[in-house]
T-cell receptor, first 115, second 113 residues
Framework: EAGVTQFPSHSVIEKGQTVTLRCDPI?????LYWYRRVMGKEIKFLLH????????ESGMPNNRFLAERTGGTYSTLKVQPAELEDSGVYFC?????????????FGQGTRLTVV | AQSVTQLDSQVPVFEEAPVELRCNYS??????LFWYVQYPNQGLQLLLK??????LVKSINGFEAEFNKSQTSFHLRKPSVHISDTAEYFC???????????FGAGTRLFVKA
């Protein structure tokens, strides 16, 4: 069974440009999460989808970030326009149910560098 | 709100030595506790978790962690480490019945020959 897949693995863009990150969750997982880790700091929650609906987007930094999950399958996270402080590793995770004890499976992450 | 503190950012240790990675959490409600590991160039993997019952939980590769409610700790231990244990380890909590995982800042474990 394929795990959570993220594209691209690395992205280097200039300040002011747009970048779109993609996440393909494990098939059948209704729950999809985005997290971000700024260098050396904790991994922070960004948002949570249940199927195509945003359950919680309280962690989104600002309106330059837009997440979508069309059809309840893969998800995209767009940053427009990118700023230097957006650099970090963006993780996607998925789980079958959102009960507290269920395991979230993580992708390898996308390392975004804004220069 | 919940928070997680990993007391050591880096832990160097010689192969076959014991190791303890410390984790303390703060929460006014009951939580589940997790340790995740990230090996070089890989994603996060669940190492072990505490949901309820026995306070000592173990992984398949020899790690164990003990939930201590009075000290709000969930330290990770291994009696004898291998070179292959070199990785970054993240302690995390999730509110019982909730969905948002709160992570610590991570501890880099370096195992030296």
């Amino acid at each position: 069974e394929a795990g959570v897949t993220q594209f691209p693995s690395h992205s280097v863009i200039e300040k002011g440009q747009t970048v779109t990150l993609r996440c393909d969750p494990i098939s059948g997982h209704d729950n999809l999460y985005w997290y971000r880790r700024v260098m050396g700091k904790e991994i922070k929650f960004l948002l949570h989808f249940v199927k195509e609906s945003k359950q919680d987007e309280s962690g989104m930094p600002n309106n330059r970030f837009l997440a979508e999950r069309t059809g309840g399958t893969y998800s995209t996270l767009k940053v427009q326009p990118a700023e230097l402080e957006d650099s970090g590793v963006y993780f996607c995770a998925s789980s079958q149910d959102w009960a507290g004890g269920s395991e979230a499976f993580f992708g390898q992450g996308t390392r975004l560098t804004v220069v | 709100a919940q928070s997680v503190t990993q007391l050591d950012s880096q832990v160097p240790v010689f192969e076959e030595a014991p190791v303890e990675l410390r984790c303390n959490y703060s929460s006014s409600v009951s939580v589940y506790l997790f340790w995740y590991v990230q090996y070089p160039n890989q994603g996060l993997q669940l190492l072990l978790k505490y949901l309820s019952g026995s306070t000592l939980v173990k992984s398949i590769n020899g790690f164990e962690a003990e939930f201590n409610k009075s000290q709000t700790s969930f330290h990770l231990r291994k009696p004898s480490v291998h070179i292959s244990d070199t990785a970054e380890y993240f302690c995390a909590v999730k509110v019982t019945g909730g969905f948002k995982t709160i992570f610590g800042a991570g501890t880099r474990l370096f195992v030296k020959a």
